[in-house]
């Protein structure tokens, strides 16, 4: 079965997948047929909704991936964002299993969804060192975008990856990321 036939088979499912789908594969760089399937749902998610100051590091300490991923986890319980912190781990953890979250050009977007979240939550860490990460470039990675959501709303999740795909592909944008000073500073190196 093609991507074509599976997607056609569930779009009347599951619209926001679809979208999701495409707008991943755009921003990470490969194309896949979607003619004569027809979506129209569009979200109001993006990083401007779900960050804020108490949900960005800029000083991660962690040397694995394991590490990294257990303080990004700390930041989203700190601001109050998840109340299940070992359901989270265990979502996060069964995601990169699957596949590793470790993008391109020094960026990962460790992810998971998991009953235990009501609505979408992200945090945002910069390593003061870089960390293999299991990276599709096979490079160690110094961003970390990290995202929780819900079982059942796949939408804004996949819209929130796509959205943070498209956004760290500027090398601007992610030496400005690496530079700055305070998560206000981040915040609106996002927003531009």
Same mark, same amino acid.
């Given at each position: 079965?093609?991507?074509? =036939?599976?997607?056609?088979?569930?779009?009347?499912?599951?619209?926001?997948?679809?979208? @999701?789908?495409?707008?991943?594969?755009? #921003?990470? !760089?490969?194309?896949?047929?979607?003619? !004569?399937?027809?979506?129209?749902?569009?979200?109001?998610?993006? +990083?401007?909704?779900?960050?804020?100051?108490?949900?960005?590091?800029?000083?991660?300490?962690? =040397?694995?991936?394991?590490?990294?991923?257990?303080?990004?986890?700390?930041?989203? &319980?700190? #601001? !109050?964002?998840?109340?299940?912190?070992?359901?989270?781990? /265990? /979502?996060?953890?069964?995601?990169?299993?699957?596949?590793?979250?470790?993008? *391109?050009? @020094?960026?990962?977007?460790?992810?998971?969804?998991?009953?235990?979240?009501?609505? +979408?939550? /992200?945090?945002? @860490?910069?390593?003061?060192?870089? &960390?293999?990460?299991?990276?599709?470039?096979?490079?160690?990675?110094?961003?970390?975008?990290?995202?929780?959501?819900? +079982?059942? *709303?796949? !939408?804004?999740? +996949?819209?929130?990856?796509?959205? &943070?795909?498209?956004?760290?592909?500027?090398?601007? *944008?992610?030496?400005?990321?690496?530079?700055? @000073?305070?998560?206000?500073?981040?915040?609106?190196?996002? #927003?531009?």
């Amino acid at each position: 079965m093609d991507f074509s =036939q599976f997607f056609a088979e569930k779009r009347e499912n599951n619209r926001a997948t679809l979208i @999701g789908v495409k707008l991943i594969s755009v #921003a990470l !760089g490969f194309c896949l047929d979607f003619s !004569g399937i027809g979506f129209y749902t569009i979200f109001n998610m993006n +990083l401007k909704t779900v960050l804020t100051k108490d949900t960005i590091s800029l000083h991660l300490k962690g =040397q694995a991936k394991e590490e990294i991923i257990n303080e990004l986890l700390d930041i989203l &319980v700190s #601001a !109050g964002k998840i109340q299940d912190r070992a359901a989270a781990f /265990a /979502a996060v953890m069964d995601r990169e299993q699957k596949m590793s979250t470790g993008m *391109k050009h @020094g960026i990962a977007i460790p992810h998971g969804k998991s009953a235990t979240i009501k609505d +979408l939550v /992200a945090c945002i @860490g910069i390593s003061d060192t870089a &960390v293999d990460f299991d990276s599709l470039d096979k490079e160690p990675c110094r961003i970390f975008i990290m995202t929780l959501s819900p +079982l059942e *709303k796949t !939408g804004p999740h +996949l819209q929130f990856l796509a959205e &943070v795909s498209l956004l760290f592909k500027s090398s601007e *944008k992610r030496a400005e990321i690496l530079k700055a @000073g305070s998560a206000e500073e981040i915040l609106k190196i996002l #927003a531009e």
